[in-house]
T-cell receptor, first 117, second 110 residues
């Protein structure tokens, strides 16, 4: 059973370009969570999605950032007009059911490391 | 607040025990986790403890939970050079949001 897959593993963009980060959850998982890890910091929650629904995007910047989890295909985190401060590692996690109160463990992918020049 | 605190660095000699500490703030946390992150890699779940437990042991790993002081620790017995990594504690309370600490960088000296 393949784990959570993310691609690309590394992404380099120039300021003003768009970054698209993809996440394929574990087989059978329909709940996806995105976290961001700034250099020298822990992971911070960004957004929680179920298939075709955004459940909670309270941790995601309101401008330039968007996320989707379509009925078919991976979840996408999209960052428009990237700036240097967007340089970070972006991790995706998935769970079979909602992991409210920790009853379902979130399994993390290897992350995408975004570098904005 | 939602601050989970960890000391930034820990250095031990190979074969010694390592103790990594974590202080959390949400008394309603139900699960507390320890993750390992090697350079350039993702997060590997090491172990977790449910809030009604005081201790959990899993091979070389021992987790201690002091709910009164909101203190969590991870002890690694017989630390090896392969244990060198960043260790994150994380808590989850009534929501699905994991709250991570800043990570402790463990360096094992040969």
């Amino acid at each position: 059973n393949a784990g959570v897959m993310q691609n690309p593993r590394h992404l380099v963009r120039r300021r003003g370009q768009e970054a698209r980060l993809r996440c394929s959850p574990m087989k059978g998982h329909s709940h996806v969570y995105w976290y961001r890890q700034l250099p020298e910091e822990g992971l911070k929650f960004m957004v929680y999605l179920q298939k075709e629904n955004i459940i909670d995007e309270s941790g995601m910047p309101k401008e330039r950032f968007s996320a989707e989890f379509p009925k078919e295909g991976p979840s996408i985190l999209r960052i428009q007009q990237v700036v240097r401060g967007d340089s970070a590692a972006y991790f995706c996690a998935s769970s079979q059911e909602s992991s409210t109160s920790g009853q379902e463990t979130q399994y993390f992918g290897p992350g995408t490391r975004l570098l904005v020049l | 607040g939602e601050d989970v605190e960890q000391s930034l660095f820990l250095s031990v000699r190979e074969g010694d025990s390592s103790v990594i500490n974590c202080t959390y703030t949400d008394s309603s946390s139900t699960y507390l986790y320890w993750y390992k992150q090697e350079p350039g890699a993702g997060l590997q779940l090491l172990t977790y403890i449910f809030s009604n437990m005081d201790m959990k042991q899993d091979q070389r790993l021992t987790v201690l939970l002091n709910k009164k002081d909101k203190h969590l620790s991870l002890r690694i017995a017989d630390t090896q050079t392969g244990d060198s990594a960043i260790y994150f504690c994380a808590e989850i309370g009534g929501t699905y949001k994991y709250i991570f600490g800043t990570g402790t960088r463990l360096k094992v000296l040969a």
